[in-house]
């Protein structure tokens, strides 16, 4: 086949102005010729087989780009290296198509053979197949009609397809061999399988497995099945992965360490299921009555877990509204993800240092707010006055000032009109408001200012000779 298509290859013609030789091109066939057996005989491995394929398809890479480089340079040279491209061309596609009509003849041969095993009952044929046979569909297709429990144990701890091993351990009777499987097997997948439903190792062996695997999701799959709670107390507490001791945690009846998983696991995740499985012990009821369930509570400490760390906002809430411990509403207040639940936080402060701190730092202006209302230290509130990002929290500190000075200096200087307004609005120095009566930007102050002097002064009689100068 090689050699009639180096034959066909070599009758290939060259591009315009390029002219090879009868003699030239039966060099090049010999030369090719020789290359290639003298490679086969040499290197049998790399020159035979799929390694054949690639190294045919480097060749032609590289004999393609130098004859284009060649080509390009008008070297007289080319002619012949194009006659070597297109004999490597034609024995490269020659390899490629005999390769896919094996392919698709075999495959036809194996979806065959899967449907004959499928009537097969002679249990020597089908344990030879299932040993044997180099396709692992076809062994697999045998091990599936095998009874012989010897047998299908050595299968699902050798064969080298996991697919395979694994439909030998789901037909054996003897619990053994499984258990041995889901501990050493080679194949995470197998032994994720091997502690499935079907499989039902012993509660040791699934501890072994829930502590000791090196797969997190191998662990997270004994752990489904595990009902020791020791052995889960521990795997809560120390599992590398949050994963595993979220489902530990899950399955976990000790309500003094879930307490401690609440306040102390550095994973939101595992803080949340501690915290839920405690208010909810059988994980049956609604988010809803989870929530009407904490209006009843009244441990603090209880409340202040679920306040930070259930995965439900309603939850959250609910359990801000009974809390009364300031460092753990100033926590919920700084941290927690809904604006809501941190309003509500905010609301239930009274500690004014804390307060101060949310009113200063918090980065959003609605939280601020919440706490600039409940503030009532005059330094802070001046500060917040002058210097709050936002106007409508700058407004509500002025609202609550009563130091002249600080109101006088916002009167005139803040950069917008409703917080001046409200400064002016609480003003007693005469001359000051006369002042932003004439020359205040806004006309609203403005006229705001006149209003407060009016009112200020007998029948206005100040006010007109002042304004009249």
């Known amino acids: 086949m090689e050699l009639s298509l180096i034959i066909v290859g070599s009758l290939a013609t060259p591009p315009t102005g390029l002219t090879v030789s009868a003699m030239d091109r039966i060099l090049i066939i010999v030369g090719l010729l020789v290359l290639w057996m003298f490679g086969r005989w040499l290197f049998p491995r790399l020159f035979s087989g799929r ?19 060649m080509l390009h340079d008008n070297n007289p040279a080319a002619a012949s290296l194009f006659v070597a491209w297109s004999l490597i061309s034609m024995v490269l596609l020659g390899n490629l198509m005999i390769k896919l009509f094996l392919f698709v003849r075999k495959s036809g041969d194996r979806v065959k053979a899967r449907h004959a095993i499928k009537k097969l009952t002679d249990q020597t044929l089908l344990a030879d197949i299932a ?14 009609r095998l009874t012989d429990q010897t047998l299908l144990a050595d299968i699902a701890k050798n064969d080298s397809e996991w697919y395979v091993r694994w439909a030998a351990a789901w037909k054996l009777a003897n619990q053994t061999a499984p258990t041995d499987i889901a501990q050493n097997d080679s194949d995470p997948k197998v032994r994720t399988e091997a502690v499935g439903e079907r499989i039902d190792p012993d509660q040791d062996a699934l501890i072994d497995i829930a502590k000791n695997d090196s797969l997190w999701y191998v662990r997270l799959s004994a752990i489904t099945r595990l009902t020791d709670q020791k052995a889960l107390a521990d795997i809560a507490k120390n599992d590398s992965s949050w994963h595993v001791r979220k489902a530990a945690v899950r399955k976990l009846t000790d309500k003094t360490l879930l307490a401690d998983i609440a306040e102390n696991d550095n994973s939101p995740e595992v803080r949340a299921e501690a915290v839920e499985k405690r208010i909810n012990p059988d994980q049956t009821a609604p988010i809803d009555r989870n929530a009407v369930a904490v209006e009843k509570l009244t441990d603090q400490t209880l409340l202040a877990d679920i ?32 604006l809501s639940v941190r309003k509500a936080a905010v609301e239930k402060l009274t500690d004014q ?10 980065s959003e202006g609605e939280i601020r707010l919440s706490a600039v209302e409940k503030l009532t230290d005059q330094t802070l509130l001046a500060d917040i006055a002058k210097n709050d990002s936002e106007g409508e929290v700058r407004n509500t500190a002025v609202k609550k000032l009563t130091d002249q000075k600080a109101l006088a200096d916002i009167a005139k200087n803040d950069s917008e009109w409703k917080v001046r307004l409200s400064a002016a609005e609480k003003l007693t120095d005469q001359t000051l408001l006369v002042d932003i009566a004439k020359n205040d930007s806004e006309w609203y102050v403005r006229n705001a200012a006149v209003l407060i002097l009016l009112k200020m002064t007998a029948r206005g009689k100040f006010v007109r000779r002042r304004l009249e100068n």
């Open 131 to 144: 040993k044997n046979d180099s396709e692992w569909k076809v062994r697999k297709a045998a091990v599936e």
């Open 51 to 69: 390694n054949g394929t690639y190294l045919l398809l480097v060749a032609w890479c590289v004999v393609t780009v130098i004859t284009w480089r």
């Open 307 to 338: 306040a930070k760390n259930a995965s439900d906002w309603e939850v959250r809430l609910a359990a801000v509204k009974k809390l009364t411990d300031q460092k753990a509403l100033a926590d919920v207040a700084k941290n927690d993800i809904y």
């Open 353 to 362: 240092t804390l307060l101060a701190d949310i009113a200063k730092n918090d």
